[in-house]
């Protein structure tokens, strides 16, 4: 393994330019010692707050690898087993099977749950008026039990992400502890894992200083656009953890069972039956418990997790049999974080012939798909979560435009491919057209 602080240093400080960045935390681990770590840019100009490495950054989804290892904590202390059915903890939830649906299949988004329109009305701390009384995990079981909505599949048969199925997993946490989500993340996960540039939500009492001001823009030195970190209690399973970059390391390191905080029984569980993602190549992707699998070549496999919203950008990998992890956090919207970690896994092997460089595989360039085959994936896909996609052919592309935005869809093979930075697989029933659009992780059911 190669490493050169230097050229790792150049290249991050590179990646700050190029894309707009204003702060950046990054943390790299080998065997269980920290060997590099790096702040660069700022953390906050109104606070005039450079950024460090124990900088603390939204997460984002990072969160769900802290909600899966409290889960496995959980059933390690035998107050509940991962196969329980939701009638046990959710007995009143009528649009769901709860006879069928596990705890285990809301941890790896195989409840068969939609893109539902939840996160646009919980209730933001920031705001409490907006969108009053959507702020519990009771809230938002009445909810559901009043909305329409179709599943995309039985218990178990089709993956799609799913942020609701965090909320559920947070009410059951509450429930068995008797703790507010907050709390028993700090008593089971943050202290013991000694966490201690972490918290939940917001920064209560204001005890933690070193904190990163989110934006949505920002360009030579000048915020275009602030906005504020999203404080709903019902998606703190799902996205509420602030953190550093070490701390981030510490956290996928007990997930991925590079610390004695969990039993082998229980971390074992993490990759024991990986779930296929739709819209990538299953040689190569899965998804586990709370965690994206990725089969590099037959030596390594990458453990990791991304996590975006506006004013974060985060990523944590784990190569495991090198036992190598990076963490990446910045404070804006859609940086390329995933992205930013693959180089830096990548410059470290730059030496190592035998390492295949972390990148989206093809496995075939320019596939045979006449026109007529382009014409049945025409037309609208969404979800009330995400919004509507809409396919349409131009000469011989096929373009994909959400709001103002429209991009080529890349063909690898037949029906797949990449669109932007997202992989993308148009899926079908036999041979009828296609009546939904795997895109990256989510399953997007067709509108018209």
């Known amino acids: ?3 050169a602080s230097d050229g790792l240093r150049e290249i991050l400080r590179d990646a700050v330019a190029k894309y707009h960045i204003p702060g950046l935390s990054i943390a790299v681990e080998s065997d269980g010692k920290k060997i590099f770590s790096l702040g660069i840019g700022v953390a906050s100009k109104t606070e ?7 900088t603390i950054f939204g997460t984002a989804s990072l969160t769900k690898m802290l909600t899966t290892l409290i889960l496995l904590k959980a059933e390690e ?7 329980d059915k939701l009638s046990l903890h959710y007995p009143n939830l009528k649009k769901l099977d709860t006879s069928k649906v596990s705890i285990r299949n809301l941890i790896n988004h195989t409840t068969g749950l939609p893109g539902l329109p939840t996160r646009h009305r919980a209730t933001d701390l920031n705001n409490p008026n907006i969108n009053p009384g959507m702020e519990c995990v009771n809230n938002f079981v009445e909810f559901l039990n009043n909305i329409e909505f179709n599943v995309l599949d039985k218990p178990g048969g089709l ?9 559920l997993l947070g009410g059951i946490i509450e429930r068995i502890f008797n703790k507010s989500f907050e709390k028993v993340a700090e008593q089971v996960v943050l202290k013991p894992l000694k966490m201690n540039h972490s918290f939940i939500g917001n920064n209560k009492n204001g005890r933690f200083k070193e904190i990163a001001e989110p934006v949505t823009h920002w360009k030579q030195n000048f915020t275009t656009s602030k ?16 953190s550093s970059a070490k701390d981030i390391i510490k956290l996928s390191s007990a997930l991925y069972g590079a610390s004695n905080f969990l039993k082998y029984e229980q971390f074992k569980q993490v990759t024991l039956d990986p779930i296929p993602v739709a819209s990538r190549h299953k040689r190569y992707f899965a998804y586990g418990l709370g965690t994206e699998i990725e089969y590099v070549d037959r030596q390594r496999t990458l453990l990791w997790h991304t996590g975006q919203r506006p004013g974060i950008s985060s990523f944590v990998g784990r190569l495991v049999q090198d036992r190598l ?13 995933a ?21 989206r595989r093809q496995t075939t360039i320019n596939p045979n798909i006449n026109e007529r085959s382009y014409e ?11 919004g509507k996609y809409h396919i349409r052919l131009r000469g011989k592309k096929i373009l994909m435009k959400f709001v103002c935005s429209e991009k080529e869809m890349d063909f690898h093979e037949d029906y797949s491919g990449i669109v932007g930075n997202q992989t993308f697989k148009f899926i079908f029933k036999e041979k009828e057209d296609p009546y939904a659009l795997a895109l990256d992780l989510r399953i997007l059911p067709r509108l018209a």
């Open 1 to 3: 393994m190669n490493f």
């Open 48 to 54: 005039n707050l450079a950024t460090s490495s124990n």
């Open 77 to 83: 202390m035998k107050l509940l087993k991962l196969t």
């Open 159 to 167: 993956f799609s992400y799913s942020n609701e199925g965090y909320c």
């Open 227 to 242: 906005t504020e970190y999203w404080d709903s209690p019902l998606f703190y399973p799902a996205g509420g953890l602030m």
């Open 325 to 337: 992890s990076v963490a990446v956090l910045a404070n804006i919207s859609d940086a390329p974080a």
């Open 339 to 359: 992205k930013i970690g693959r180089r830096v896994f990548s410059f470290l092997y730059c030496n190592d012939k035998s390492f295949v460089h972390l990148n």
């Open 376 to 386: 049945r994936l025409i037309g609208t896909y969404g979800s009330s979560e995400v």
